[in-house]
């Protein structure tokens, strides 16, 4: 429970940078084209707005998603992936033959 609480927080630190990287590198692009522009401080508060409403988003999230499957759930569909995979397997054999035949036929 502490390890997925810690990674939580871990994907929630690097997006959290990421957004706010993202953010300074705006800030360092309209901030001189408002004064260029005379548009006034909106633009750069909008980009400092749109970043703390991000990095609310990531933080609070939510809540009533579930993180992780119970390992009853897991476990049926890690048996229905492998009944896929044994499908597809035999079917995959089943059409090179298939192709072979015509591929044998057509050159007759």
Known sequence: MAEQLENEKDIRLKVTTRIWGCAVGMLGICIPLTAVTNSGPIIPLGVVAGAAAGTAVVWVGDK???????????????????NLETIIGSDDLDVRLKIKQLESGASN
């Open 64 to 82: 009533k998603s579930p993180r992780s499957l119970p390992p009853i759930q897991l476990q049926q569909i890690e048996q229905r992936l492998a």
